[in-house]
C-alpha cells in the first residue's frame, strides 16, 4: 500500500510522503516489530512523539512540553540522539498547549490530572522552532492541533510559516473550514484518526 503512495509538496520546498504510519498508544516494547513491517512495505513517514515515550524504540527501527523558545532546540537535539539521526525531515509542536508530565505519572490522552499546564504563546515557540531549520536540524517544521486563530497568530509574525496541520480527519469530524483556510495559506493537512480518534470507536 505504501509502495504506491503519493507526495506532498510542502512550502518549505521539501516533499513528505502523505501516507503516514502513527506510533501513539504503541507501548515501547511493542512499537519495534509493526514499524519494521511499515518500513518493509515502504512506509517513510514515521508518526512520533515525545510525549508517547517510545522514541528510543522507533528510532532503533529507524536506526509537547517544551514550549519554552530556549527549550525547543534541546527538545529536538534529544529527539534526534534518540533516533539516531543528525535532522528530521519534518518536526512539529504537538500542541498548542504546553504542559509538563507531573513526576511519577504516565502519559495519558484523556486524565489531565497528570500534566501541570504552562502559559506559552504559540508565537514563543514557533519562533523556536525557526531557529531549528536555520540550525539545519530540521529541514521543515509545522503544527499539530492548532485551529485557525492559533495559525493565523503564527503567520502575522512568523519567517518561516508553517509547512503543515497535522490535525484528525475522520469520519467522524471532517474538519473542511480548518483544511480550506490552511490550504489557502500554503500550508499541507496531514490527517491521522482516520475512523476516529483513540478510544472513540469503542
Known amino acids: 500500500m505504501a509502495r504506491c503512495q503519493t507526495f506532498l509538496l510542502l512550502n518549505s520546498g521539501y516533499k513528505i510522503p502523505q501516507l503516514g504510519f502513527g506510533t501513539l498508544m504503541t507501548k515501547p516494547h511493542e512499537v519495534e516489530k ?4 511499515a518500513i518493509a512495505e515502504g512506509y517513510r513517514h514515521i508518526d512520533c512523539a515525545r510525549a508517547y515515550q517510545n522514541e528510543v524504540e522507533v ?7 517544551d514550549h519554552r523558545r530556549k527549550d525547543v532546540r534541546p527538545a529536538c537535539e534529544l ?5 539516531g539521526l543528525n ?3 519534518l518536526y512539529l509542536i ?6 509538563k508530565l507531573k513526576e511519577g505519572k504516565q502519559f495519558s490522552t484523556t486524565d489531565l490530572s497528570v500534566f501541570d499546564f504552562e502559559d506559552i504563546p504559540v508565537e514563543e515557540t514557533w519562533k523556536g522552532m525557526e531557529e531549528l531549520v536555520e540550525a539545519g536540524l530540521a529541514r521543515s517544521i509545522g503544527v499539530s492541533n492548532f485551529n485557525k486563530d492559533q495559525i493565523d497568530r503564527i503567520l ?6 508553517p509547512a503543515v496541520n497535522q490535525i484528525e480527519v475522520s469520519v467522524n469530524w471532517l474538519n473542511q473550514k480548518l483544511i480550506d483556510h490552511c490550504h489557502s495559506k500554503g500550508i499541507q493537512i496531514t490527517g491521522y484518526a482516520p475512523f476516529g480518534s ?3 470507536m469503542k
Open 198 to 200: 483513540p478510544g472513540v
Open 34 to 37: 509493526p514499524l519494521l513491517w
Open 87 to 89: 535532522y528530521l525531515d
Open 59 to 65: 528510532g532503533r527501527a529507524l536506526w509537547n512540553s
Open 156 to 161: 502575522a509574525s512568523c519567517k518561516i510559516p
Open 94 to 99: 504537538h500542541l498548542p498547549v504546553s504542559y
Open 79 to 83: 529527539s534526534l540522539r534518540k533516533f
